[in-house]
């Protein structure tokens, strides 16, 4: 008998080995390829923000200002990225981001589905539950102290902040789905849906690694806390 919890293993691994390294190469190139990298996600998120925005249920009363509040969220994000690529340790900040990110969303997927147990956000997104919630945490301060193990309290802090913000923002992005009464944001990605769905928490965390920054002295992210 097939374990349904993991029936959609297969496609979201598969996506993520066409994604990752697209992702990993233009963070390292920087420069006119990131620009350009990140310039054409954001278009295409800003796209599907759009798209998802005209296709709510005709009884949800949804006016410009929440389209317009969608866009400048995105907008943030591109600022965010943008300016910790192009600052020092560029690279480094933003792969650390990211690796908190990423490994929060395989933590929680692996410990919700294989634990279980109470939901976390029943109300807002039934699928999620406090084990991946934990899960996904412990993964992503584990990862960021990987990534910035010369200052250990201060990556632990740092990827403990983001993980909880990007799970807020994954939980912000359930909640206007439900709200325009979509299952998914897009179709773009098998196994993950639209690309809303999958960067919903680099959307989160990344002004927040933003202003942490600012507030570090604009070096590397885990140099100060």
Not at 46 to 73: F, I, K, S
Request: aromatic share 8%.
């Amino acid at each position: 008998m097939t374990d349904n919890r993991w029936r959609d293993l297969g496609v979201r691994f598969a996506s993520a080995l066409v994604l990752l390294p697209i992702g990993v190469c233009s963070i390292y190139a920087g420069g006119l390829v990131w620009t350009l990298c990140l310039s054409a996600v954001i278009a295409a998120l800003c796209v599907e923000w759009v798209l998802l925005w005209r296709a709510r249920t005709p009884r949800q009363a949804a006016g410009g200002a929440t389209l317009g509040a969608g866009l400048a969220y995105i907008g943030a994000t591109y600022v965010a990225l943008w300016m910790l690529r192009g600052g020092p340790a560029g690279m480094l900040n933003v792969l650390f981001v990211m690796v908190v990110v990423w490994a929060g969303d395989i933590g929680a997927y692996v410990a919700g589905r294989a634990l279980g147990g109470k939901r976390l956000a029943p109300a807002i997104s039934p699928g999620k539950t406090w084990s991946g919630a934990v899960g996904g945490t412990l993964c992503a301060v584990a990862c960021g102290l990987a990534v910035g193990y010369s200052r250990p309290v201060h990556a632990a802090v740092l990827a403990l902040v983001l993980s909880v913000v990007a799970q807020l923002g994954d939980l912000l992005e359930s909640a206007v789905k439900r709200r325009f009464g979509a299952k998914d944001s897009g179709r773009i990605i098998p196994g993950h849906g639209g690309l809303l769905d999958r960067l919903d928490g680099v959307l989160a965390a990344s002004p927040a690694a933003l202003l942490w920054w600012l507030a570090a002295g604009q070096g590397p992210l885990w140099g100060a806390g």
